[in-house]
């Protein structure tokens, strides 16, 4: 050990309270990361539909294929740090790409860049599109590919290297840490913590900000602020992380174990496509095909982990439901009503629900649920757990539908695109009966209005004046003037928040001739949100409690069942099932063929359903194993493998040079 290595060691055990220093700049580089990644994404849907102004299954799209993304980086980012730059290195630069990202997605929401009219509405949104799409991109590869790097490096600061190279995702998941020494175990713990609190925290103010009105020249929803705020979070973040380097235990790239995994794979199936039509001997396993090229302990390593990973083909179903709380869910909420009297609650703070019930539900599962069941004599083993996990989710789903189908008794019916509807006005202090004849052609005298097509967004109430009086009338509401109203005229609609009073102002010179009270009707068109929020509740907590018994047992099991060095590549395969559930999520979106959604909501429950049912019946074929048990066995055989492959190496090598001396004897000869 060189000098300077010495030195970073000694800092190292003298550390605080046992703990070595460096672990602290972890633990809060971790902490900004997540509530960087989370604020941005709890407010991304709605970025779409109120800024860039998509339409709900567009933006369910695109919010899908960003999570998609960041949970197939990871794949090359600890491919990055364990082939090439190490650890340290591949957090630090991916870190930088992520900075970039979050700053690139605060400007492209600045819509006074290219609103030169000052209208509020984005002139150039081509322009706001690409940035984010950028700004995405460059999130999607600096989150994903420092996610199966931080974890392990925390790790690696602990002496005698005992580390795990195990992932924990963005899920908050509680996973069982088999480490000998107490600091080490309480450091992931602790991790874990840094997770829950940085979402948790981001998930509850974003929204808020994200609330506020901004603009120098109109205001809107404050997605710049939003957007900001992650952004500085990160780079607090990279700042924190790199100020500790000095502190760091560094190791060196070792290569990367999933790459050896899938040589070893690929040259098995290479190797059984050569011999097809000859006469071999068959084979116990279509593995023991890579037998002429790597060792037995490798192979039946591989075959443990293949194992595992064909369990994994149902899973990604139940992450196409879970991760609908920031799409789908978040729409929904935006049509009904967050009135909880002391405050309001915003539709994608919905989402912190999740968190909350985390924290509280994993410790009730763990000391009250699953010993109750145990007591009742059930074997609850952990592939069952997993399949009442998705059954959870399915019924949240259906729970989501029932919910969808009580908004819709309150939503206007507007016209498709072959029909027209029209409206008739009454203005007069008595009723009056209007009857059209004919269904071709008719003749309406009187007003003459345009309206809206759909409901106003962002909980917002659209308002407008009809002069029905002689003279022209003019209206300021809100510190804006509506312009000047002919007779038997209308104005454009006034967005105004929900929940708040306005003064309207109409000029003094105006006689009304009766009672202004008596000359102003309120005639109320589309109903204001009516369905209370707190009625999602019941699907989160569906949600929240699939979660935990399919998440976390999950993770556990896949961690029990892997070999000692190869629980990272497991690890790989699970985040690899979000990324293709969210796959399922945007294919589904962009085909778009259900017109109402409680019918998507249901058909993703009967999918997950008929899904949980094939996955009950391959875990009713699986044998667990105890995979130290079998690397004990394969390693007793090892020495005596390796004796052998080197006999047949020096015998291979014998013929070559008997065969290469009869030549040179050959050309002496000639």
């Not at 991109?137 to 005992?162: N, R, S, Y």
């Not at 204001?528 to 047992?553: D, K, R």
């Not at 060095?565 to 690890?571: E, G, H, P, W």
């Amino acid at each position: 050990m060189g000098e300077k290595e010495g030195k970073t060691e000694k800092k190292q055990r003298a550390g605080c309270f046992g703990y070595p220093i460096s672990i602290f700049f972890i633990l809060v580089n971790e902490f900004c990361e997540r509530f960087s990644f989370y604020g941005m994404k709890a407010v991304l849907v709605l970025y779409f539909k109120y800024f860039i102004g998509w339409e709900d299954d567009l933006s369910t799209t695109i919010y899908h294929t960003f999570v998609a993304l960041c949970y197939l980086t990871p794949i090359l980012g600890a491919i990055i740090a364990d082939s090439w730059l190490g650890k340290f290195k591949t957090i630090m630069y991916l870190s930088i790409v992520y900075t970039i990202g979050q700053v690139v997605m605060a400007i492209s929401a600045i819509h006074d860049i290219t609103d030169t009219d000052h209208d509020g509405t984005p002139d150039n949104k081509t322009f706001h599109i690409a940035l984010s799409m950028l700004g995405l991109l460059l999130i999607a590869l600096g989150t994903g590919g420092i996610k199966p790097c931080v974890a392990a490096f925390g790790g690696d600061q602990f002496e005698e290297h005992q580390a795990c190279a195990l992932w924990i995702d963005h899920y908050k998941l509680i996973i069982c840490f088999q480490f000998k020494e107490k600091q080490r175990s309480t450091f992931f713990s602790i991790f874990y913590l840094s997770i829950n609190a940085g979402s948790l925290l981001s998930t509850l103010i974003t929204p808020i900000l994200r609330a506020q009105e901004c603009g120098i020249h109109s205001k809107r929803s404050c997605f710049p602020l939003a957007f900001g705020v992650p952004a500085a979070l990160m780079l607090v973040a990279l700042i924190v992380f790199v100020i500790g380097h000095k502190m760091y235990i560094m190791e060196s790239p070792k290569g990367n174990v999933l790459l050896k995994v899938v040589k070893c794979i690929g040259f098995a199936i290479s190797n059984r496509f050569r011999h097809r039509s000859k006469q071999f001997p068959k084979r116990e396993h279509w593995m023991d095909w890579a037998e002429e090229k790597y060792d037995k302990l490798l192979i039946a390593q591989v075959k443990m982990v293949v194992k595992v990973l064909f369990l994994y083909i149902p899973l990604p179903m139940f992450w196409a439901l879970f991760d609908q709380q920031g799409s789908r869910w978040t729409l929904q909420a935006t049509t009904m009503d967050g009135n909880f009297g002391a405050f309001i609650i915003q539709p994608d703070q919905m989402q912190i629900v999740n968190p909350i019930l985390i924290v509280i539900m994993v410790p009730i599962m763990d000391s009250a649920i699953y010993p109750l069941i145990k007591k009742c004599h059930i074997n609850f083993t952990p592939l069952r757990r997993i399949t009442v996990g998705m059954l959870l989710a399915a019924l949240a789903f259906v729970a989501a539908a029932l919910l969808q189908l009580q908004i819709d008794r309150t939503m206007p019916k507007f016209p498709s695109s072959s029909q027209t509807q029209l409206k008739f006005l009454n203005l007069d202090s008595t009723s009056v009966s209007v009857v059209v004849q004919g269904q071709e052609s008719f003749l309406v005298s009187g007003f003459d209005l345009s309206d809206i097509s759909k409901k106003p967004s962002e909980g917002l109430n659209a308002i407008r004046f009809v002069n029905d009086f002689d003279n022209q009338l003019n209206v300021s509401i809100k510190n804006s003037a509506l312009g000047a109203i002919q007779p038997s005229e209308g104005s454009d609609y006034l967005l105004v928040s929900h929940g708040n009073s306005y003064t309207v102002l109409i000029p003094s010179t105006f006689r009304f001739g009766e009672t202004c009270s008596e000359s102003i009707k309120a005639v109320q068109d589309i109903e204001p949100n009516s369905i209370h929020l707190a009625w999602q509740v019941i699907q989160y907590f569906l949600m929240t409690c699939g979660e935990v018994v399919f998440s976390v047992t999950g993770l556990d099991f896949s961690y029990s069942q892997a070999p000692s060095n190869m629980k990272s590549v497991l690890q790989a395969g699970w985040l690899l099932t979000v990324a293709v559930g969210n796959i399922i999520v945007l294919i589904v979106a962009e085909a778009g063929s259900l017109p109402d959604q409680w019918a998507e909501y249901i058909l993703f429950a009967a999918l997950l359903v008929a899904v949980s049912i094939i996955f009950a019946i391959m875990a009713y074929f699986y044998t667990y194993t105890d995979a130290s048990e079998i690397e004990a066995q394969f390693k007793e055989l090892e020495p005596d493998d390796k004796k052998k492959k080197e006999l047949e190496m020096m015998t291979k090598d014998s013929v070559a040079l008997v065969h290469n001396e009869d030549t040179d004897v050959k050309q002496t000869k000639i």
